[in-house]
């Protein structure tokens, strides 16, 4: 009987302790059962996507578009930006007049350098943009004053639309999609129907679909790709003339210093070619939007002629003085001359008897020789 009701106790402590219990007092574990079944039963009244009506999402924030201004832009200026300040910091260390042509020719360099890769990433190498009265949303008759533009660049284009003024009819109308070409622009249009954006948006983006009479698609994608693939490699023949500058082969990096200007007039003809492709009318509202080359492409252009300067002057300077270019560009030069010099200096005896004994024993054999050979002939 004792053993039984020391049992009974320890039983009663067991459930005291559970009853005192954070978990238990506050009753998290049900909570938390309830939240977890009314979830799931929201997603599948919702049809498996946790929306409730225009992509709104309830559990999450707003999805935002990119800007033109791409992230990618900021990771290649942060890292040119890096090896630029690295550079200066080793400015210090040279002596003379040189200082100064070594900054010059840093800064030039990875301008150069910066220019060819963010090219690759801008979306502003054609630009349009017209101000109008349109239709703002589908099933609606709301009209809206809005700013439209289409931005073009190598790897898609950007479809932008801003209110004027920006809050009207009680929505800040402020848009910015990007489609790009490294996807299907079908599927991606077929999302921004689903989005329920602006009409606008979608009459601009439907004519780069395949199912477009236009047929925009093929041109602009395939001109942007070749347009990029010139680029990069121009930003190889820059990266070859960088290595031969610090090598006794200055003419050989005046060469490739035009070669990189001539890959950059390369894009900009590829590029170029997205104007011989039959005119597409783009009408908005009364207006019409019709596209021209923007501040990238002008960057390029200037880009290459500063390169095709550099070459023509390193080639011609190298042809005229070429030892005062090496001296110019800190590089040396091969001359046996430079191998053959002479010096004054000591030396020890004691090591260079043996040597000595031998030489005038050599010398000695030769003009006996010589005598023997003088007596024979008489």
Known sequence: MQIKAFIRKCDRLKDERREDHPIFRTH?????????????????????????????????????????????????ILVFSVLAVSFLFILPGIRGKSRLFWTFRIIISLFIGVVLVVLNFTGDWAEASVKANASYKSFSKAVVSAEVGLHVGLYGINITLKGDPVLQINETIDYNEIFRWSSSVDEQYGDALERGLPNPILYIAEKFTHNSACGLIYQYRYSGRFAS?????????????????????????????????AFIFFSMA????????????????????????????????????????????????????????????????????DECHTS?????????????????????????????????RL
């Open 28 to 76: 998290i574990f049900p909570c938390c059962f309830a939240a977890l079944v009314a979830s799931t039963a929201l997603v599948h009244a919702c049809g498996g996507k946790m929306t409730l009506y225009d992509g709104i999402y309830p559990f999450y924030p707003l999805q935002r578009s990119p800007f033109i201004f791409d992230i990618s832009l900021l990771v290649v």
């Open 229 to 261: 693939a010139n680029l990069w490699t121009a930003f190889c023949c820059w990266l070859v003339a960088n290595i031969l500058f610090s090598m006794p082969v200055i003419l050989y990096a005046g060469y490739m210093m035009i070669a990189t200007a």
């Open 270 to 337: 590829s590029f170029s070619t997205i104007f011989s492709v039959i005119p597409c009318d783009f009408s908005i509202g009364a207006e019409s939007l019709r596209t021209d080359y923007s501040h990238s492409f002008w960057i390029a252009l200037a880009t290459g002629l500063l390169c095709a300067v550099i070459g023509l002057v390193v080639v011609l300077l190298d042809c005229l003085f070429p030892a005062r270019m090496r001296e110019v560009f800190s590089v040396g030069v091969d001359n046996e001359d």
């Open 344 to 376: 004054e200096g000591y030396l020890n005896s004691g090591f260079l008897e043996g040597v000595i004994y031998d030489d005038n024993t050599q010398t000695g054999n030769v003009s006996l020789s010589q005598q023997i050979t003088k007596l024979t």
